[in-house]
């Protein structure tokens, strides 16, 4: 049975699947985790643990010096990614009911679903197209994207912007995983070597216990309006991100709008919020679902678009120039 091969085949699949058994179960047996115990509680409700490992596998992941050695292309992308979500983040405190928008097409959007849509790139996503359509120090980006992974950036921006308030010691505590494991990860490689692959592998059992948070009548509820929050994700972060690309990184704008997406870790992140500050948890599974929703959209849109940018104009400068370089020692 090849079931890796087709969850993988769904844009998202590997956070999105076992996010959809889980919300399964806690909507037909919410009991399960009490009535069975022990360790298959602990699987069901284990999503804060199970996500510290995570992000401590994934600082570990992250090398400095390769870091760096994309950082005009990266930095680019990453930067302007988050300079729009805390635009838009200081835009929705200003207009947004604080909570949630309770009644009509828009019942269920918040500041922190939107927030959560449009700071985290889904670097898998964006990696695998500049493969294709872009340069080595573009797919390279992909290293950097990480450090949008996890709620630091999300925090950030939240408590920057109003919408949210952080005790110092909260926000070192959500952030303190991630950071000894990119001390450890950049001072033995061959930690680095052992954590990394961790990280790909925690990515359905946390998935999973987040699903058992999530009532499908919620995502019922949200997904027409999800779908819509996922297309604004690509046109409100899109634009910005191909001039970038363009006036600054030296790319043709496909690297940008291939970071146009959500990111599948940014299910997560309401979550991890509400487990901060109480009085956000009502609008958690809301924000979750919509989330959910937008991440599926972007991944299913955005190869599209790229595909098309990159008929439309063409390789970037660098291939251009390699295939000049090429040529003239060929002839």
């Known amino acids: 049975m090849k079931i890796l091969k087709t969850v993988e085949r769904i844009p998202g699949g590997l956070m999105l699947v076992p996010l959809l058994l889980g919300a399964l179960c806690h ?7 009490k009535y069975f115990g022990s360790f298959t509680n602990g699987l069901i409700t284990g999503t804060v643990p199970i996500l510290a490992v995570w992000f401590f596998c994934m600082g570990a992941s992250i090398n400095y010096r390769s870091a760096g050695m994309v950082l005009r292309k990266s930095g680019t992308i990453v930067l302007t990614k988050i300079i729009v979500a805390w635009i838009v983040g200081f835009v929705c405190v200003m207009f947004m009911p604080k909570g949630m928008i309770q009644a009509g097409f828009f019942a269920g959007l918040s500041t922190l679903a939107i927030v959560t849509s449009m700071d985290m790139t889904n670097g898998g996503l964006y990696a695998s197209l500049m493969q294709q359509y ?7 980006a992909f290293v950097l994207t990480s450090i949008e992974s996890g709620p630091l950036v999300t925090m950030m921006i939240l408590g920057s912007t109003g919408a949210a308030y952080f005790e110092p010691h909260v926000f070192v505590g959500a952030v303190l995983p991630f950071v000894i494991g990119f001390a450890l990860g950049n001072l033995d490689p061959e930690l680095r070597a052992l954590f990394s692959p961790a990280g790909k592998i925690m990515i359905p059992f946390f998935a999973f216990a987040l699903g058992n948070t999530i009532n499908l009548a919620v995502i019922g509820q949200t997904g027409v309006l999800g779908i819509l929050l996922g297309l604004t994700v690509i046109v409100i972060t899109g634009i910005p991100l191909i001039i970038a690309d363009r006036t600054i990184a030296g790319g043709n704008g496909a690297a940008g709008l291939a970071a146009s997406s959500t990111a599948g870790a940014a299910v997560t992140n309401p979550m991890i919020v509400g487990q901060m500050i109480p009085e956000l948890q009502p609008i958690v599974p809301a924000a979750t679902a919509l989330v959910a929703t937008s991440v599926v959209v972007t991944s299913v849109v955005v190869p599209i678009i790229t ?6 104009f063409g390789a970037p400068k660098e291939n251009l120039e390699n295939l000049r370089v090429a040529t003239h020692h060929a002839a």
């Open 307 to 312: 595909a098309l940018w990159y008929k439309r």
């Open 134 to 140: 872009g340069t080595k120090e573009e797919a390279g």
């Open 27 to 33: 909507t037909f047996t919410p009991w399960a985790g």
